[in-house]
């Protein structure tokens, strides 16, 4: 076997390595955006925004320091998971964890969480009443909020 039938199996390696990877994520974004789970992840996002169908009487107690750096290692540890293995080994331990840790970190500004939500809310609406750009639609949606559209219009 020479050198250039060296390069061609690793190089089929490589191909195969990354076809099973692209394969793999498409099935995982497949599965994980499907309608089964959109009822489930809604569901959960009730309930934690309205625990038992109603708003919570009071805020939340605050939580220590110790509490919040807890949750932030079980999040970094649920994250390291979600991939296989096979991925944090062509990257590295430290290199897999460190890019998961700067993701979770980019979750800590409150200022981008706020635009992160507006932006799905947009996406959501967008996809729930795609005739919302229209103008059509919007004249008949102020028509029946108000007695006078041309008066919002303006």
Known sequence: IGPGSQCSVL???HCCVVSVCFRWLDVSVANLTCTKYWVVYLQVI???VWPGGTLPA???PHRSQQQK???KQ?????LMKLLPDVV???LGSDKYRLSWQTALDSFQDPYINRHLVYC???LLLDF???ELPEDDFQRSLLQTLSKKPEKMLA
């Open 58 to 60: 009071a805020p939340p």
């Open 74 to 78: 079980q999040a970094l540890d649920g």
């Open 128 to 130: 729930l009443v795609p």
């Open 120 to 122: 799905i809310f947009d």
């Open 69 to 71: 750096d807890s949750s």
């Open 46 to 48: 009730q309930e934690a």
């Open 88 to 90: 944090s080994d062509m």
């Open 11 to 13: 190089t089929t390696k």
